[in-house]
Nanobody, 117 residues
Framework: VQLQASGGGLVQAGGSLRLSCAAS????????MGWYRQASGKQRELVAA???????NYADPVKGRFTISRDNAKNSVYLQMNSLKPEDTGVYYC????????????WGQGTQVTVSS
């Protein structure tokens, strides 16, 4: 199983970016998909998560600015990031809890998001 993330980049404060992540391999089903981020010198933290049924959870700092969505048919998860702030800068990792066929947690390779002031 592999998770391939894309969509990071450099953007000015107030701008937008859209991250994508696709899971591939012999996947039976995906339970939760999410995005985490790690700023330089800080621990990795949850940004947003979404269940197979569409229930979402957001970290307080991104509520109202970020939107997570998924396409179950494509085993993909997306993160629309609007009104970006310099403190959103970091490496963003996609994450999935899935059955392949036993349950496991998988991580993507990370994509850099840099927000300039």
């Amino acid at each position: 199983v592999q998770l391939q993330a894309s969509g990071g980049g450099l953007v000015q404060a107030g701008g937008s970016l859209r991250l994508s992540c696709a899971a591939s391999g012999r996947i039976f089903s995906i339970n939760v998909m999410g995005w985490y981020r790690q700023a330089s010198g800080k621990q990795r933290e949850l940004v947003a998560a979404i269940t197979s049924g569409g229930s979402t959870n957001y970290a307080d700092p991104v509520k109202g600015r970020f939107t997570i969505s998924r396409d179950n048919a494509k085993n993909s998860v997306y993160l629309q990031m609007n009104s970006l702030k310099p403190e959103d800068t970091g490496v963003y990792y996609c994450n999935a809890v899935l059955f392949a066929p036993t349950v496991g947690e998988y991580w993507g390779q990370g994509t850099q998001v840099t927000v300039s002031s």
